[in-house]
């Protein structure tokens, strides 16, 4: 876990940060790293599921990285504790895919997480 | 069902049990599984003549090398015990009530639920079903004997899921992704040639695979087990009119295994409902990443939408008109989900799966 933090750069509690590093860890396909910036109860709601707690949400995010190829970000914001970006959600099974993600970080953890795309793509 | 329907099946029960449950060495007999579920839809009138035609292409039934008895265990799996293992289950369920019997070994089946390429458990569902409609009936209660005798036979586990430690599941944990985006995200074996067996073992060694198998739920409510399982049947016959072209014949166990699954549940105590449901994703993810296409069909080349009142009843009889055995149960397990979702993409996918199967003559 620590190895896998490391890699992906110090530690941080800067909520712009905590999101660059949610999504550095989403592309390398590093589930202990993502684990790690979630806070226990940590949620997640969008079109592809819902998780009630950060094991729910690392899980269903490591059950993506089979088909993940690449995940580019084009645009963040920060205002606060809350983190806006706009990615580009790139698979092995539906064109490249824009989605908007918006983080809500709490004592340098990500406690929320709401997501929205079309997903007709993948799951049709 | 009207009795005269039941009767009809019988009929074709004690036609079919008088065959083994697999021929040519290992296809499976789907004479009982499709006179089900033409019974079952209202087509009664062509179970006899579809038979007619598809007895002659099966076996005599086996026979047997020794009674199963307390060394049940070491006879799991072993298909040289077919007769056996009915034999054993007939006994079993002529001495106590059948759920009894379905309740002992729904569990101790469970983890094998890949036998046969899921037909032993597809079998149990389509009897199951009938016993529940029906109500008891001794030529039924038989063939629930023949079909948990077959699953008992070719009893095979899906790679990474004996390993899955109870230790891991004893926390509560929802199915965080839908069970649509769950078979969207299973992963692929690299070598996609060879029979079922052949391609269930490269699931050992799949990138990806354990993180495919954590999708389903674990530890959670009776009903949440059941809707997620439901989930599950519908993405996976709505998954068919895309992805059905990689392997039209196969792909169809992806829906009609958590299918039977799901109509055995009422059938089971509640707190088997969570595992159930656990071995129907097995089960229906181990079928998608063994044969799945890579990428689905062009939109163009797929059926229409159906529309009307009547159109589920027209996809079912389309399929029995087809004749093919995976053609009717498949439309079979998408009449029910239409039934269930009101989303015409199931009619479609029945009769995308008319198009894509020809009949074997």
């Given amino acids: 876990m620590v190895r896998c933090l490391r890699s992906l750069g110090p530690m941080t509690t800067d909520p712009r940060a905590l999101a660059t590093a949610y999504f550095r860890a989403w592309k390398a396909h590093d589930a202990g790293a993502l684990r790690a910036l979630l806070a226990d109860d940590a949620t997640f709601a969008g079109p592809l599921g819902t998780a009630g707690n950060a094991d729910e949400m690392a899980t269903a995010i490591q059950g993506l990285f089979a088909i993940t190829t690449d995940v580019v970000v084009q645009i963040m914001a920060a205002d606060g504790g809350d983190v806006i970006t706009w990615f580009d959600l790139h698979t092995t099974v539906a064109p490249p895919m824009p989605v908007a993600n918006w983080s809500q970080v709490r004592d340098g953890k990500i406690v929320r997480v709401r997501a929205t795309f079309d997903p007709r793509a993948i799951v049709a | 069902m009207t009795s005269d329907t039941a009767a009809v099946l019988d009929e074709a029960y004690q036609r079919l049990h008088k065959t083994g449950p697999e021929f040519d060495g290992w296809l499976s007999n789907h004479g009982p599984m499709a006179a089900e579920a033409m019974a079952r839809n209202g087509h009664a009138e062509h179970v006899h003549s579809w038979l007619d035609s598809y007895v002659s292409r099966l076996d005599e039934f086996p026979r047997g090398r020794g009674p199963v008895g307390a060394d049940w265990q070491e006879a799991l799996g072993d298909p040289r015990r077919i007769a056996d293992w009915t034999t054993f289950f007939r006994h079993e369920t002529a001495g106590q009530p059948w759920r009894q019997v379905v309740g002992t070994w729904w569990p101790r089946l469970l983890p094998g639920a890949a036998a046969s390429a899921t037909h032993g458990i ?6 199951v079903r009938a016993l529940l409609a029906d109500g008891e009936d001794a030529v039924h209660v038989t063939e629930l004997a023949h079909g948990l005798g077959y699953w008992a036979a070719r009893w095979q586990p899906v790679p990474g899921t004996t390993t899955r430690s109870p230790a891991a599941e004893t926390g509560r944990r929802a199915a965080a992704l839908t069970p649509a985006a769950a078979l969207a995200a299973v992963p692929r074996i690299a070598d996609q040639s060879g029979g079922f067996r052949d391609r269930l073992r490269q699931l050992a060694k799949l990138p990806g695979w354990p993180a495919a198998l954590a999708a389903a739920p674990a530890q959670v409510s009776a009903d949440e087990a059941r809707a997620w399982l439901a989930g599950l049947a519908d ?11 990689g392997n039209p014949v196969m792909l169809v166990h992806a829906a009609t295994a958590p299918t039977a699954i799901l109509r055995t549940l009422p059938a089971l105590s509640q707190d088997l409902w969570a595992p159930s449901a656990a071995a129907a994703w097995d089960a229906a993810a181990a079928i998608t990443a063994i044969y799945a296409p890579p990428a689905p069909a062009p939109h163009e080349t797929l059926p229409p939408l159906p529309a009307g009142p009547d159109a589920a009843d027209e996809a079912f009889a389309r399929a029995v008109g087809n004749g093919d055995e995976h053609a009717i149960k498949f439309a079979d397990t998408a009449v029910e989900v239409h039934a269930r979702t009101g989303d015409p993409v199931a009619l479609a996918a029945a009769a995308h799966a008319v198009a894509l199967i020809p009949r074997e003559t």
Avoid: D
């Avoid at chain 2, 993405?235 to 072209?245: E, I, S």
């Fill in chain 2, 235 to 245: 993405a996976a016959v709505f998954r068919y009119l895309g992805y059905g072209h």
């Fill in chain 2, 122 to 127: 597809i079998r149990v569902g389509h009897a």
